[in-house]
């Protein structure tokens, strides 16, 4: 089974930007969509971002022109650009396919953005 290593998180001041990382174990071009998802504390996991394997792309309205999500299968990569961060960004960050997420989840990797 494919294993998901999320890396790239931080503190950042409020306005600044983070890129994060997502290693698969494995090849993930047979992988249709892989998707980046969050959870702050005392909230449910939801969606950020996710890319097709042809480079489609769809975002959470909350991220819409700040975020930008990619993908290098040659790298087994999936990345999530965060730009204008926000407070409200504060969150474990997570990547799994898309939509329907492995049933198993990585580590992830802790935003915080401070105001």
């Known amino acids: 089974q494919v294993q998901l290593v999320e890396s790239g998180g931080g503190l950042v001041q409020a306005g600044g930007s983070l890129r994060l990382s997502c290693v698969a174990s494995r090849s993930i071009v047979s992988i249709n969509r892989m998707g980046w998802y969050r959870q702050a504390p005392g909230k449910q996991r939801e969606l950020v971002a996710a890319i097709s394997s042809g480079g489609s792309t769809n975002y959470a309205d909350s991220v819409n022109g700040r975020f930008i999500i990619s993908r290098d299968n040659a790298k087994n990569t999936v990345y999530l650009q965060m730009n204008s961060l926000k407070s409200e960004d504060t969150a474990v960050y997570y990547c799994?396919?898309?939509?329907?997420?492995?049933?198993?989840w990585g580590q992830g990797t802790q935003v915080t953005v401070s105001s």
């Open positions: 799994n396919k898309y939509p329907l997420p492995l049933g198993y």
